[in-house]
């Protein structure tokens, strides 16, 4: 919320510069987003009358002035249609500067010397709104008793600083200028100044005599509060009131709207102004929407309602969707001369639906929907027409209409000082915790050590909400560290798993993937992408309640879709090769649960001078590292998403641990990615419990180890792991190393078949082998491979 300065000090006084007086809020829980003045860019802009124009010697469009500016007479040319002699203008001096960062030099225009500039609205980023009399194309031209040679900013008010700050959604009551001015007051220690509303009321009549109301659903609306206006007069609002709507980012448009908008703003109850003329029988309704039934709004838009949506209606038609924005057909207008203030209190749930159901979410939405204080409702409505008394608007009739079945009580919670001290650290006195409390408007009462607390503030509940009232203005900062004292460190610790997620990290970094994050929201639409049957376990997910669009519609069971989108968002922007990683989650629902089964993925994706070897290298490495032994990969040509007789399984201890391979080629033309794209996803879940962290030394070997190369032909069917599983199995203690060199395929070895060359490497640690012992272990050796896979010696 932006808060002018100068506003605020309507209720407190702020002698504090700014940046001291933000850091003082921030501290006390009013966290401060940023400062500015919004036309500080404006520099050497003063207030210059003109005393003589000429015709331009060489230029028929342009004309010579004389300027004065106090100081001096200054000469200016102007190509200006509106200006003439008497007229008091903005004048931009030598090396002043505008908005924008334009910088104004004196120079000449068509060979005549020109010292500044006359300056419109739209130069000083002002608008009509700001000043309804001044032109729009043509130059500011300011009242005759503006004095000579004052600073711009000073004359318009243009000066003021503008605070801006967060407001929590369980603070509604800081969503006023009232309400910061409150907590501004406690936190500098000054006096909280509210001046009482004085009305005259000199309408004739009575309010019953103009309007009656009818409340038909009180749970939606508790409160609905009206007094009337008579001999209104709409024209625009004065300097002042225009001024602090536009610095708190409020577009000014008559003094009726402005004063609904003002009051909004300082007091925090949003309100509405109907043209009595336009309600018929004179009668305010407020209801349910019938079903199907249209509202034309304020921002010229019809709406279709329902009977979940409360609206606001006279006799005979909806004239306003309640707590989220009028009716056109009872808006203001030039012509109204009888109005009815509106100040209600509906509820925020009901609101909320309601402006999200519309797409129209207002200011006034906004402040509804984190539940308003129903008491504020008359205060804010009498503040409406003392403004109109003030600004001569109208005549206010007296009496109000006031319609609501019960308010609330305030809320009754226990004091207890000792146990809020025990429970922040700190030995505030009794009397320290009273005077913050009363200055908040909470009532203490020592004798029954019970607190009041003011219906404005539906966030307390109980007393760790009043032990937290009291050390924001106590001071964090004067509360005493307990857990450290600076002489000794602290003994935090990574757990297991975080430590085993870094080590997969730093792997993947060290091999020169880069990471990648991506959302965990997805579409139905990518398990068709995936070539994924109608009955794929992929395609049972978690629906989003609220989604934030039909693409963000799930929470995803693959993390493959968000790699593909990654390489394509790559290869689209011609990048020739990459590779990326993601330790993420997949979500997949519990039959009988409200959460899903949250699973730890690495997701691995190359493109670009990369094959099927280059992925299962990476896997190889990683499980290495991570110490899992009697890893295998194994064929899978059941995987819709991946190229046919090109993706495997990743298997240890006979447990699937992850897939690797190739895209299907027209997985890959969905996702628009290269042809030759790889992926890869790993159960990091399962890497947890298969990680083996302990590392074992052996001293160096004494005795040489012996090597033998064999080149056997098998069936094409046969595969590497298996062949090397028959090795190891049968070579004994002796074989310390098996590794394939060579794989053939040709006219030599036959059709169907390959040829496939090991390295085997023999060694003993107590003797040096002979050749012997070694001829009897190969002999073995190549007996299994013969009877266990029919493998011929070359």
Not at 106 to 124: A, D, H, T, Y
Not at 599 to 609: A, E, H, R, S
Not at 625 to 634: A, K, M, P, Q, S
């Amino acid at each position: 919320m932006k808060v002018p300065i100068s506003w605020l000090a309507d209720y407190v006084e702020i002698k504090e510069n700014i940046k001291k007086y933000s850091d003082m809020m921030t501290m006390s829980g009013s966290k401060v987003e940023g400062y500015e003045n919004p036309f500080h860019e404006i520099t050497n802009v003063v207030t210059g009358k003109i005393t003589e124009v000429t015709t331009h010697p060489d230029a028929d469009k342009l004309i010579v002035t004389k300027v004065d500016v106090k100081t001096e007479i200054i000469q200016i040319v102007t190509g200006a249609k509106n200006v003439s002699k008497g007229d008091i203008i903005p004048i931009a001096l030598h090396n002043s500067t505008l908005p924008n960062g334009v910088i104004i030099t004196k120079g000449q225009l068509r060979g005549v010397e020109s010292n500044g500039m006359m300056c419109s609205i739209q130069e000083l980023n002002l608008t009509v709104n700001d000043f309804p009399l001044a032109s729009e194309d043509g130059i500011f031209i300011l009242p005759e008793n503006t004095p000579l040679g004052i600073d711009i900013k000073e004359v318009l008010g243009l000066d003021d600083t503008v605070v801006e700050f967060e407001i929590t959604s369980n603070r509604p009551d800081c969503l006023s200028i009232i309400g910061l001015a409150r907590e501004s007051a406690v936190t500098l220690g000054k006096k909280f100044k509210l001046p009482s509303i004085s009305l005259k009321e000199n309408g004739n009549g009575s309010v019953s005599d103009f309007i009656k109301v009818t409340i038909e659903d009180y749970e939606l609306c508790k409160r609905y509060a009206g007094k009337v206006i008579t001999d209104v007069t709409i024209k625009e609002s004065p300097l002042w009131m225009r001024k602090r709507l536009r610095d708190a980012g409020v577009r000014p448009i008559n003094n009726i709207v402005d004063i609904t908008n003002y009051v909004m703003l300082e007091y925090g109850q949003p309100m509405h102004a109907f043209d009595l003329d336009y309600l018929q029988e004179k009668h305010i309704i407020i209801r349910r929407a019938k079903e199907d039934e249209i509202i034309h709004t304020l921002d010229d838009q019809k709406r279709t309602l329902n009977s979940r949506n409360l609206i606001i209606a006279d006799g005979d038609k909806a004239i306003a969707v309640a707590g989220v924005m009028g009716g056109a057909n009872s808006e203001v207008n030039n012509d109204t001369t009888s109005i009815l203030f509106e100040s209600a209190n509906f509820d925020g749930v009901s609101v909320r639906l309601t402006a999200k159901q519309l797409g129209l979410r207002t200011e006034s939405s906004s402040r509804f929907e984190k539940g308003l204080d129903p008491y504020n409702a008359e205060s804010a409505l009498l503040r409406a027409c003392e403004l109109v008394e003030q600004l001569g608007a109208g005549k206010v009739v007296p009496g109000i209409i006031d319609c609501y079945k019960e308010l609330p009580d305030k809320k009754i919670v226990p004091f207890r000082p000792k146990k809020m001290n025990e429970f922040l650290g700190t030995s505030i006195d009794d009397k320290t915790m009273v005077d913050i409390l009363t200055s908040l408007e909470f009532e203490v009462n020592m004798e029954k050590m019970e607190i009041a607390v003011p219906t404005f503030r539906s966030d307390v509940e109980a007393w760790a909400d009043i032990s937290e009232e009291v050390v924001r203005f106590y001071g964090y900062n004067n509360i005493k560290a307990s857990l450290q004292s600076g002489n000794r460190a602290t003994q935090g610790i990574k757990t297991y798993e975080q430590r085993i997620r870094d080590t997969i990290r730093d792997t993947m970094l060290s091999m020169g993937l880069m990471e990648i994050y991506t959302y965990s929201f997805t579409s139905r639409k990518v398990f068709d992408k995936l070539l994924l049957p109608t009955d794929s376990p992929l395609r049972k997910t978690v629906v989003i309640t609220n989604p934030l669009g039909e693409d963000f519609s799930i929470m995803r069971t693959t993390t493959i879709p968000e790699m593909l989108q990654v390489i394509s968002h790559n290869y689209n922007r011609r990048i020739s090769k990459a590779s990326f990683f993601e330790t993420s989650h997949t979500y997949h629902p519990i039959e009988g649960e409200k959460l899903p089964n949250e699973k730890n993925v690495l997701t691995i994706g190359l493109y670009g001078d990369s094959d099927f070897y280059s992925i299962k290298g990476m896997v190889k490495t990683l499980v290495e590292i991570l110490g899992i032994n009697n890893v295998r990969y194994t064929l899978d040509n059941d995987n819709p998403s991946y190229h046919p007789g090109r993706c495997a399984h990743v298997i240890v201890n006979e447990e699937i641990i992850g897939t690797i391979g190739e895209i299907h080629p027209d997985v890959a033309n969905n996702f628009e990615t290269p042809k030759r794209s790889y992926i890869g996803e790993l159960d990091i879940d399962k890497l947890y419990k298969l990680t083996n962290v302990l590392k074992s030394y052996n001293g160096l070997p004494k005795y040489p180890e012996v090597d033998r190369d064999l080149a056997m032909v098998v069936d094409e069917t046969v595969v590497t792991y298996d062949i090397e599983q028959v090795i190891k199995s049968s070579g004994g203690d002796l074989l310390q190393y098996v590794t394939l060199f060579d794989v053939y395929r040709g006219e030599q070895v036959g059709e169907n078949k390959k040829s496939m060359a090991y390295s085997l490497s023999f060694r003993a640690d107590d003797r040096t082998l002979t050749d012997d012992e070694v001829n009897k272990a190969v002999a073995e050796i190549l007996l299994k491979l013969d009877s266990e896979l029919g493998a011929i010696l070359r």
